[in-house]
């Protein structure tokens, strides 16, 4: 297995088509991509290329959010961002409250991002810009995924990336949030283990694990590495049901609860 | 970045040298480990290694042992080892218990495998093996180190992973329960972003995302494939507090409950 940033991607704008960018990207590179690359995009370029910026400035916060925002030591209007985009809140923390975002992964602040997010068009001095995630992460890595697979004829597998931290351990890991062309679940049951049983918990997040592949190359330059791709991984090329597959149902998990 | 297995590790036996056993399949195959190679070993191999079977037919369950099992539909002399192998109780649930292990994570019960933990020598028919974690998987993974380093000359890190299930995401993903000579989190808190701001949110759990990468390419293979060198990846090499370094402080923990 190798990983390999694209070099020369630009961390997009507003109305970017971004796999013209990353076609563009690869031409002038020495790596043309092959059948069964993954490709692995962060979520932050995405969301830059749908123009998910919102101006805190123009944000006006429900009673709610007010309320949450009191509890939470939080800016009522990132607070207002917050609520709007996740299905509901899993922990209030301070500094940080841990939802459920409206395409199902609980996550800190419903992932809206507020660093790293100017952009190149000017704004005022009062604004305060944000960054949603992508509209659907799925739709948008699919998206992706048809604009590769013509730019190159390849039949080629999409990842959106995010990072996530998590209960009971320290530090972020690359997570997918879309997913296009691979399976984000990867089920071993009924396969007979190495002494003839069948194995125990053997549905791997190969999804996840792609995605904290990358951000371990991601991570490792000072400049931005938005695009990175995986090959040499074996999967059944086309299936994929989306990254909703890894949400587990709060039905399911002793760890949900509603506030 | 690039990552693969080195062939013809056994999966080990009780009382074998590990990190002999990896040098004479390093030194067998065609692909000699450079400095700053990082080796990953998946526990159970380490475990077996270190004789950490447990026959289910030997163990007395202590009457909280009985209790919790009934509570879990689970066999009571498994609830007793997962009891003795951890210091509290996060959740139980039909089958599972999820426990802080004596060495800080919060894993489905305790760590202990029922799967593929058949050994070479003969066992009665009554018998049922289970495999604890290793002692100190911290140690353990200093102990290789040490071995590999002193066969090898060059400078390596070592990674002890397992798969471990979580809360909110469905599958199991690798994460690093030993580590050594390598930083198993990495702060870029300080660094400055693309526009001038200090990055947020930027802990990554290094060790861990490493152990997903190994995880990602050891399902690759229908035979074994407990060892993995991780190669590419920049880090202060030598520099590591250990495995324990990636568990959250109860505390600090939104998620943690003892019951």
């Given at each position: 297995?190798?990983?390999?940033?694209?070099?020369?991607?630009?961390?997009?704008?507003?109305?970017?088509?971004?796999?013209?960018?990353?076609?563009?990207?690869?031409?002038?590179?020495?790596?043309?991509?092959?059948?069964?690359?993954?490709?692995?995009?962060?979520?932050?370029?995405?969301?830059?290329?749908?123009?998910?910026?919102?101006?805190?400035?123009?944000?006006?916060?429900?009673?709610?959010?007010?309320?949450?925002?009191?509890?939470?030591?939080?800016?009522?209007?990132?607070?207002?961002?917050?609520?709007?985009?996740?299905?509901?809140?899993s922990r209030?923390a301070?500094g940080a409250?841990i939802?459920?975002?409206?395409?199902?992964f609980v996550v800190a602040n419903?992932g809206?991002?507020?660093?790293?997010?100017?952009?190149?068009?000017?704004?005022?001095?009062?604004?305060?810009?944000?960054?949603?995630?992508?509209?659907?992460?799925?739709?948008?890595?699919?998206?992706?995924?048809?604009?590769?697979?013509?730019?190159?004829?390849?039949?080629?597998?999409?990842?959106?990336s995010d990072s996530f931290g998590r209960p009971f351990r320290m530090g972020t890991v690359g997570v997918a949030i879309?997913?296009?062309?691979?399976?984000?679940?990867?089920?071993?049951?009924?396969?007979?283990?190495?002494?003839?049983?069948?194995?125990?918990h053997?549905?791997t997040a190969?999804?996840d694990q792609v995605a904290a592949t990358a951000d371990l190359?991601?991570g490792?330059?000072?400049?931005?590495?938005?695009?990175?791709?995986?090959?040499?991984?074996?999967?059944?090329?086309?299936?994929?049901?989306?990254?909703?597959?890894l949400v587990r149902?709060?039905?399911?998990d002793l760890y949900a609860?509603?506030?």
């Open positions: 297995m190798t990983a390999f940033a694209i070099a020369g991607v630009p961390i997009a704008s507003p109305g970017d088509d971004l796999s013209a960018l990353i076609l563009k990207a690869i031409r002038e590179s020495d790596r043309p991509l092959r059948d069964h690359d993954i490709v692995v995009v962060t979520s932050k370029v995405v969301s830059r290329s749908e123009g998910r910026f919102v101006d805190l400035a123009d944000v006006v916060p429900s009673e709610r959010a007010i309320q949450v925002a009191r509890e939470a030591g939080a800016d009522a209007r990132f607070v207002e961002l917050v609520l709007r985009e996740s299905v509901e809140i209030i301070q409250i939802a459920r975002h409206r395409c199902g419903a809206i991002d507020r660093s790293n997010v100017g952009r190149s068009t000017e704004v005022s001095a009062t604004s305060e810009l944000v960054l949603l995630l992508p509209e659907d992460s799925d739709a948008s890595a699919r998206a992706i995924r048809a604009g590769l697979m013509a730019g190159t004829g390849r039949n080629i597998a999409v990842v959106i879309g997913v296009a062309g691979l399976p984000p679940l990867w089920d071993r049951r009924g396969d007979v283990d190495l002494f003839g049983r069948s194995l125990q053997t549905v190969l999804a190359l991601a490792q330059a000072d400049e931005a590495r938005p695009v990175i791709v995986v090959r040499g991984i074996q999967f059944r090329a086309g299936e994929s049901g989306g990254a909703r597959d149902p709060a039905s399911q609860r509603a506030t």
